[in-house]
């Protein structure tokens, strides 16, 4: 679902961790309403027909493929097929198979100055071309370590023999001609990074063959007319009324996996000009016994999902074994956002000729908007050259816009959500330079809250399959399936014994890091807006991230905290003795780059510059591990680093993981490396030197991840609230598997006794 701003709070932390912007709410109301406004005109393109050849060759090849194709799958499918010719390439996407298939002859690799630029794979359709690539070694100094410095943005092409530069297209480039083999990949530069910090003008050449006979191409149907479903109006609903027709959620296109379907349509609320919508709960998919469909969001039908006509593009992939049919689909708190109000209001505030990061001025200043009453609670400064302005509202106010007036910042905004998250929110605005002295704000553009509506619909595939694997079973290795985790019992008191460090939504509405007994029944807060939280082995102290650019360790006996200065940064992992803490951060023309510090403040020290890494943890003998990414695909370097002779090894490549945020995880006996699977989901093992990687939670909607000395595995799992999750136990060893009662958010850090 594409929300207009507000997103999970798990996406949301892992936005602000990699130096993302906020959202400016003013500049996403505009363009947001622009869109509304176009997409009510748009229209699907026609699809092409199969034109046929003369030849009694090819009519023939082609009958006796719709005869052959009757027979094993089903004459509505044959004909759907026949009819469109796309089919679904897993890893690409949709196809257009009018004309034959052809794809990489082998990859081609490119290193200059330490960076390696590979094209790992191609496909040649009749309309466009696909080029998959990736880019390592880019070290972080060659980013902008500021926010209002623009890096190179030039765009990729293929250049053919006779010099004619095929430009993108959507998810691709322009069609090579089928008479044209051989092109020149060519990158300017790469994207992002300054003048003269890294190569530019790469040329990778490419060779294309015809596709192998065994490429796997799944049937593609489309449906017309798009089935269509009832809308039901909550009673709960807050503000105003809500159209009863004219709203529907469509199904449009069906694929064909190897185990199940992807489902692709869309949401279209038929919203007024200059209104828009706002999903605040996750989409449902149940089957007609009533079971629950796990289902994953795959990436490579974003193309798909673009071109559905009207509201808002869906898909969905699930495994269809055992399911019975009619699948129910249930999109549900969806709130109508009216046109945003015209009224306008002003206050000034002094900030004082040099405000400090995490300086706050508690206002409590009351504004009247057209009938409602806003009170801006605080303003705080903080350390990205931003202030944050912390409202609190009445129920029906969604957002506002903020100004200052005389400056134009460069980023920020979002934070809306007011009125659907008890009255409170935030939205922020980030300056080249930090306004100072007496400032006149603006509030303005005050969005308000609809009625909470549901959407409902049924889809049943058209021809039933008999070719379907079984759901995965519990075997070696493989510990909890979808099904599997329904049927988890709360953990025992002789497990549930020892802490767990939660990121959770406060009682306060604000989010922090809080301390569980794992029995649920103590909590302990340790900062009320903190974030990136670390528990020590012991389960004694817990570091944190802060907005004054340091790391704070808090003694949970005795509530003492001290304050490392300099080392702000995430993904903060604790030492196994304790006296060092590792951490990606910024620093000296770095970004997001891997640190370490020891306990008694000493200045932090540079590991790795690759950026955008992500920490695993230490091993027993006290290596530090940590992954780097690719830019361009779905692949991460492992790496260990070892702190007394300060060298780096390159261990092996995670090819199956998400491009979103793997979080790896070490296990204390230095045996395994947890992290999450391509489809954001599924939960894998691998040794550290890439051996035996293997399955072990089957698409259960893993998040956070933590290990205990004692060989258990926390994880952290979605639920239909999109802010909050479940956590579980597992003993990779027994495969003995326990809800832990109680705590909800994501898991930061486990101790077990």
Known sequence: MNEKYSTPQFEESVRKSFGVPEIRSKFVDEVYSDLMQQAVAKSRKPRPFLGLRPAWTVALAIFSLMIIGTLVIGPQRVYAEFLKLFGYIPGVGIVDQSSPIRVLAEPVSVTRDGITVTVTSATLTGDRTQIVYRIFGVPGSAYPDREDVAGCWSREYLRLADGKQLAQINYGYEPVPMSVNEAVFVIPCISGTLPGK???????????????????VMPVTELSPSPQVTLTQNATGNGTSVPSVDNSVTVSKVIETSDGYILIGSFQPQSKPGESFQQTGAMEIHDASGKKVAYTYPQDV???????????????????????????????????????????????????????????????????????????????ANSQRSYSFNFQVDPKVYSVGVQIEGFTPIGGGGGGGGGLTNGKFSTSLVYAQLPTGELTVDIFHMVLIGDSITWQGQWSPATPRTDLPANPTLQSGLCLT????????????????????????????????AVYNLDGRQKQVVVPNGNWGALSSDGSQVAYSASDNGIHIVDLASLTEKVLPGAGGFNLHWSPDGTQIAYVGMGDGVINSVFVITTDGTPARLISDLSYESIIGWSPDGKLYFVAPYTGGAAWKVYSYDLASGTTQERFTIENGTPKFLNPMLSPDGKWIAYRGRDNSSLYLVHPDGSDMHLVLDNVGAVGIAWTSSGWLGVSIGTDDPYVQKV?????????????????GQLEGLVIK
Not at 489 to 507: C, F, H, M, R
């Open 198 to 216: 890294s190569p530019e003008n790469w040329e990778l050449p490419l060779r294309f063959v015809p596709a192998p006979p065994d490429l796997t």
């Open 302 to 380: 974003n193309e798909a999902i673009n071109q559905e006509p009207g509201g808002t593009g869906w898909a969905a992939q699930f495994k269809a074994a055992g399911l019975v049919y009619p699948l129910n689909i249930n999109f549900s708190g969806v709130h109508l956002l009216p046109s945003a109000s015209d009224a306008t209001a002003q206050f000034t505030f002094d900030a004082g000729s040099n405000p400090q990061p995490g300086q706050v001025w508690d206002l409590n200043q009351q504004i009247q908007l057209d009938g409602h009453t806003l009170t801006l609670v605080s303003i705080t």
């Open 482 to 513: 979808a099904d599997s985790l329904t049927q988890l019992q709360p953990a025992p008191s002789t497990v549930a014994n020892g802490k767990a460090l939660i990121y959770e939504k406060l009682d306060t509405g604000t989010w922090g890091l």
């Open 728 to 744: 579980l136990l597992i003993n990779l060893d027994t495969c003995d598997s326990y809800i832990l009662n109680g705590l909800h």
